[in-house]
């Protein structure tokens, strides 16, 4: 699973792009040099990863990327209650998140409407193929800095597969959310680590490819906002299923 462009939607809506906890803008305007920078980030209350923060075994992994167990935070804040699991409990952070969003409607009930949140993604930076990776450092290059992935595997997995492909997927996911909070020093253990996950996909007959995309989210309060998302998958040898054509997409294209 992966969060939708609509699940996207509702929770930066709902939010009004700022953090639940300290209520900072979390897209800092352009300047003259330089590109927006988006600094929040969609937390999981509850992590898929078992040693992850409170991870909950007896969740519907189907479930980890729906709107009910995610918040919107800036970076700062996204890395305390992760680092505090147990201060920060997933009862506390409902608790933050509901309070937060009857601020943000409580805030601009008397204001005029702005354009609808919508999220626009752009035919030229859509991959029209992903690029083969073998190197755990190119990875994490590819998915630092994301916020959201569209994950691609072969069909008609036995269980073992499931669970090995869908591990490293999740632990892909988990490290992008964490990725710019990681010293040089770690960086290269992570890279490292993940070059050895990849070697072990490859001796169990599987290849990992992967790519980012540019898409902007456009309405609501400020300009249009540019974020990155990337496509991984993880197939057997020979599987030519890896053009990153989702058919469930109902974003705009340009």
Not at 76 to 95: G, N, P, W
Not at 156 to 162: A, F, H, K, M, N
Not at 204 to 230: L, N, S
Request: proline share 4%.
């Amino acid at each position: 699973m992966a969060i939708t462009d609509k699940t996207r939607k509702v929770l930066w809506g709902r939010s009004g792009n700022r953090c639940a906890i300290c209520r900072q803008v979390l897209v800092i305007e352009r300047t003259a040099a330089d590109a927006d920078a988006v600094v929040g980030d969609e937390c999981h209350i509850h992590s898929g990863a078992k040693n992850g923060p409170r991870y909950e075994e007896s969740l519907d992994r189907e479930k980890l990327d729906e709107i009910d167990n995610l918040l919107l935070l800036c970076r700062v804040h996204h890395k305390m209650i992760d680092d505090q699991a147990e201060t920060y409990t997933a009862e506390l952070l409902r608790s933050i998140k509901s309070n937060h969003e009857k601020w943000v409607n409580a805030k601009f009930e008397n204001e005029p409407l702005s354009e609808p949140i919508r999220i626009v993604r752009f035919k030229k930076e859509i991959p029209e193929h992903l690029l083969p990776v073998e190197s755990g450092h190119a990875l994490l290059n590819l998915v630092s800095g994301c916020h959201g992935h569209y994950p691609y595997h072969s069909d008609d997995l036995s269980d073992d597969e499931i669970d090995l492909v869908g591990g490293f997927i999740q632990n892909i996911s988990d490290w992008a959310d964490f990725s710019d909070d990681l010293d040089t020093v770690n960086k290269l253990k992570t890279g490292k680590s993940l070059t050895e996950e990849i070697a072990q996909l490859k001796v169990a007959g599987f290849d990992v490819f992967c790519a980012r995309e540019r898409q902007q989210m456009r309405g609501g309060i400020g300009a249009p906002k540019d974020f990155y998302v990337y496509h991984i998958a993880v197939v057997k040898e020979g599987d030519q299923q890896i053009v990153p054509l989702p058919e469930n997409d109902t974003s705009e294209a340009e």
